[in-house]
């Protein structure tokens, strides 16, 4: 009934709490969804050269979506999508997932998918490497693997479908802060995720270098700062920022946790209006505050359409359409044609830009 | 020495002693902290930066408040991070299915709530004899369970939520957050409890040596039963408070809340050998912890530190404590032959 009971196991107790708080804060450390890797290196599938652009799509084609984790909003949009896309080409639509996104908690979903002979596997990894074993496995026995948001090895899958390029993004997010702050410019900052957000880090390079363009000359980045993707923490990172640089104009924070966080903390704040807010977020999250004028405009991909074309690529290759070699095309439904680029990847497209006037059309 | 405690005789002044110049201690380093803080920026002291510490602290103050009372009876709840979490979801979920729902009804339904989940945590406790850590431990995942289960993936937004809702997360009366005049009528109520009520001295007492407690004629059980409960309660209070915060839901909110709680409520000094401590030194300890996350920024320490810091920070607070429990250990068994 008590904690502990006897003076000698008293003592033991502060031990018990050490053991039980470590053991939580390892389960709580989980990633977030624009953590992810999405430069693909090296070299491509070895794809087979027999593909024919006018073969028509397989009907019931056996799909399977497997994302990072089930329970994570991000994917449940991308997933939707790809049900959508499944459903127009009268497949059958499955999704499976860890409940956590740990490296290696794909593997036994791929196993099992493998077993059960699927077709398509789109998926999106944990770990470029702790499934490639999995995936070698199921493709082996006839499944074609597509990844999407976050790639494998390319040598472990045939596609990956590639949300938005790091350019694209660090380019919108800075043209972005760049119409908000008005064309007299001044002191920006970073709100990022984690520090050691390998994705993180490579757009704030990006951002670095598409500021030193003549165009944005006026805007200096004068600091960076994590807020581990957790509301509070953000919320604070952004109190200290506005503190420290009482000039500061405007703050892009290209994490869908972050910009919501800050979003949330500015229309309360005195600061509402005067500091310019831009970043990667949700529609759903974000549209109350480019209406109440805390921001002007954000960026993101269009989630659901990642998810569809996703299940349009899986298509494509399992109908012999395409093989994953370059230059090859394929049509993904209502999206149009899509032509596959070095190292098998798609590209989904420029970040759409979301304003107050087109926010309410977007259902993510 | 258990009855002593009940009605705070003389004898037991030294507690007393101890457990003042521990809040003091407290409240001294926030001071230390502000003061260095503000030296290196002055608008660390602004009113928008005052408000912020005061809405930032507000609800780890109402969860150390909840934590505070269980540790008193030595025990810990570690499922506080997901009542809260389920809470702030079905407070989303709530305002979807009936939007004209008044704030202060959202409130109550959200303390009865988490009442409930706390129960929950007290029966098993309690009824069927099961240590604390281990059943909280376990409520701490399927209270979050369930929360992904309902979620399924889907989030609550600022828009599903009536606007005078969102207004109670960042609105101020007379200048201070509604959410920091929660947190405080909290402090002062279950305070004011705790130190002069009977019952209130009866957390005490099981804390500090519950077969005396029993001799005493204390309903142990029933009493720890309450101390979850209330726990419970004011995480689903702080969930509702979180929900009008933040606006933006998932089934991830409040995750690793609980270490904090349990930090604020050690570093205020609250002892974790049960016994010792105060609701208001809780409190002091989650505005400490609170204030030191948001002076660490501003300090310009790198951020690849400032987790460091904190812990180091914990730490340190966790070994002062350990070292004044032994050595009132000590003291008791010099003073008190029938310790143990």
Known sequence: ?364 | MTTLSLQRQPSMAWVGTVTRSREFSVFLALVILIAVTVAANPRFLSAQSIKDLLLNSSILVILAVGQAIVIVTKNVDLSVGSVLGLTAFATGKVFIALPDLPVIAMLAIGIAFGAFLGAINGALIAVAKVPALVVTLGTLYIFRGVDFAWAQGQQISPSNLPADFLALGAGTLLGFPYLALIALAVVIAFGLYLNNARSGREFYAIGSDVLAARLYGIRVGRKVFSAFAISGALAGLAGVIYAAKYGNLDATAGQGLELNVVAAAVVGGVAIAGGVGTVYGAALGAVLLTTISSALPVLGVSPFWQRAMVGALILASIVLDRYLALRTERRLRGHDSHAG
């Open chain 1, 1 to 364: 009934m008590k904690f502990m009971s006897t003076t000698g196991s008293r003592r033991l107790a502060p031990t018990y709490i050490a053991i039980a708080t470590g053991l939580a804060l390892a389960l709580s450390a989980c990633g977030g969804t624009t953590n992810t890797s999405s430069s693909a290196s090296g070299g491509g599938a070895t794809s087979s050269a027999s593909a024919d652009p006018n073969a028509p799509i397989k009907e019931g084609l056996k799909v399977a979506f497997l994302p990072k984790q089930l329970n994570n909003s991000y994917f449940t949009v991308t997933d939707r999508g790809g049900k959508a896309a499944v459903e127009e080409y009268k497949g059958t639509f499955s999704e499976v997932g860890p409940s956590e996104a740990s490296a290696s908690s794909q593997v036994s979903y791929i196993n099992t998918l493998t077993q059960q002979g699927a077709n398509v596997i789109a998926t999106s990894a944990n770990d470029p490497k702790a499934i490639c074993s999995a995936l070698d496995e199921a493709r082996s026995a006839g499944a074609k693997v597509v990844t999407f948001d976050s790639d494998t090895d390319p040598s472990c899958r045939d596609i990956y479908v590639n949300q938005a390029t790091a350019e694209g993004i660090a380019s919108t997010q800075v043209k972005l802060i760049s119409d908000a702050v008005g064309a007299d410019g001044g002191d920006i900052a970073i709100l990022s995720a984690t520090a050691n957000a390998t994705n993180q880090n490579a757009w704030i390079e990006l951002m670095k270098k598409e500021l030193q363009k003549p165009e944005y000359a006026k805007l200096k980045l004068v600091a960076t700062v994590y807020g581990d993707d957790n509301a509070q923490k953000s919320q604070q990172e952004v109190q200290a920022l506005l503190q420290a640089h009482p000039t500061l104009k405007g703050i892009i924070s290209p994490t869908t946790v972050g910009v919501a966080a800050a979003a949330q903390y500015l229309s309360g704040s005195e600061y509402k209006g005067k500091v310019q807010l831009t970043g990667l977020g949700f529609p759903s999250q974000l549209k109350e505050f480019v209406k109440n004028g805390t921001m002007k405009a954000f960026a993101l991909w269009d989630v659901e359409k990642l998810g569809y074309l996703a299940a349009y690529a899986g298509a494509a290759l399992a109908s012999g359409q395409i093989s994953g070699a370059e230059g090859q095309t394929f049509k993904a439904g209502t999206l149009g044609e899509f032509k596959v680029e070095p190292d098998s990847t798609v590209l989904l497209g420029d970040p759409t830009v979301f304003t107050a006037e087109n926010v309410d059309q977007y259902n993510f």
